[in-house]
């Protein structure tokens, strides 16, 4: 199986954490050279020591806020004007948790303009070089709740398929330059989301955090949350020249946690 990223560029989105940090690491592990990207330049500045280089290859960072539409697409002139990214892993933390019917619009609005629209911004950013290198892997970090909402995650819920629909049709308009855009859907996952929302049902519930991550792990038939290394090597897998016909897929990495087939 042909998984070697060597002479491979990669430019990771919320890298400084979680699932972004892993599929930064299993990105270099197999070769790439790895730009990282967050609003956190100390947190990236850690974690570019810390990157694998089997290579000799030398990663970099960009510290931006993604939901700063203006201030993304700068940066993003000046870096692709001297890189080709042939892989590009779209990722940003998830909205805050409540549901739909009290959400103030302009959370949806901040949520579509960090997730949706940034998502936009990127790609037009790199498939310019990606359709001359004839090489391009466009991964987006989503949620299983494309699939099946999310009780009390309305913003991220509706966000997330705006996201999934956005694409499957960039799917189908690139493929034939040999760029790929695919959705990796993680299940529960021990990253700060999850702490996140773990939080939240205590306050609503009045349960322990114990009591409350019992009660998400009884719907999760592998019995156990993830590592973020586990989403982030599907992401790696995807981004390899053995995935170049695997196209608008999204692919949940849950535990077996969704119903639907």
Same mark, same amino acid.
């Given at each position: 199986?042909?998984? #070697?990223?060597?002479?491979?560029?990669?430019?990771?989105? !919320?890298?400084?954490?979680?699932? %972004? +940090?892993?599929?930064?690491?299993?990105?270099?592990?197999?070769?790439?050279?790895?730009?990282?990207?967050?609003?956190?330049? *100390?947190?990236?500045?850690?974690? =570019?020591? #810390? =990157?694998?280089?089997?290579? %000799?290859?030398?990663?970099?960072?960009?510290?931006?806020?993604?939901?700063? !539409? @203006? $201030?993304?697409?700068?940066?993003?002139?000046?870096?692709?004007?001297?890189?080709?990214?042939?892989?590009?892993?779209?990722?940003?933390? %998830?909205? &805050?948790?409540?549901?739909?019917?009290?959400?103030?619009?302009?959370?949806?609005?901040?949520?579509?303009?960090?997730?949706? =629209?940034?998502?936009?911004?990127?790609?037009?950013?790199?498939?310019?070089?990606?359709? @001359?290198? !004839?090489?391009?892997?466009?991964?987006?970090?989503?949620?299983?709740?494309?699939?099946? &909402?999310?009780?009390? =995650? /309305?913003?991220?819920?509706?966000?997330?398929?705006?996201?999934? %629909?956005?694409?499957?049709?960039?799917? +189908? *308009?690139? $493929?034939?330059?040999?760029?790929?855009?695919?959705?990796?859907?993680? !299940?529960?996952?021990?990253?700060?989301?999850?702490?996140?929302?773990?939080?939240?049902?205590?306050?609503?519930?009045? @349960?322990? *955090?114990?009591?409350?991550? +019992?009660?998400?792990?009884?719907?999760? &038939?592998?019995? +156990?949350?993830?590592?973020?290394?586990?989403?982030?090597?599907?992401?790696?897998?995807?981004?390899?020249?053995?995935?170049?016909?695997?196209?608008?897929?999204?692919?949940?990495? #849950? /535990?077996?946690?969704?119903?639907?087939?």
């Amino acid at each position: 199986m042909q998984l #070697d990223l060597s002479g491979k560029n990669a430019l990771v989105c !919320g890298a400084s954490e979680g699932i %972004g +940090r892993a599929s930064a690491i299993e990105l270099a592990g197999l070769g790439a050279r790895v730009t990282l990207l967050s609003r956190r330049a *100390e947190a990236l500045q850690a974690l =570019l020591a #810390d =990157l694998p280089r089997p290579g %000799g290859q030398k990663h970099d960072f960009i510290a931006v806020d993604v939901a700063d !539409g @203006k $201030a993304l697409q700068q940066v993003l002139a000046e870096k692709t004007a001297g890189d080709t990214f042939h892989i590009l892993v779209n990722n940003s933390g %998830g909205p &805050p948790a409540g549901r739909a019917i009290d959400a103030d619009t302009a959370a949806f609005l901040h949520a579509y303009q960090q997730h949706l =629209l940034a998502n936009q911004i990127l790609v037009q950013a790199v498939v310019p070089g990606m359709r @001359k290198a !004839g090489f391009g892997r466009i991964i987006n970090i989503v949620s299983t709740s494309v699939y099946e &909402p999310i009780a009390g =995650l /309305g913003v991220s819920n509706t966000t997330r398929a705006a996201v999934a %629909g956005w694409a499957k049709t960039l799917s +189908r *308009e690139l $493929a034939a330059e040999g760029i790929t855009v695919n959705n990796v859907l993680p !299940g529960f996952t021990e990253t700060a989301r999850i702490a996140q929302i773990v939080k939240t049902q205590m306050e609503k519930t009045g @349960k322990s *955090e114990a009591e409350v991550r +019992r009660d998400m792990l009884s719907h999760v &038939p592998a019995g +156990r949350f993830a590592d973020p290394s586990e989403p982030a090597a599907m992401i790696a897998f995807l981004a390899s020249p053995a995935a170049a016909y695997v196209n608008g897929q999204s692919i949940a990495v #849950d /535990g077996g946690r969704m119903h639907s087939i």
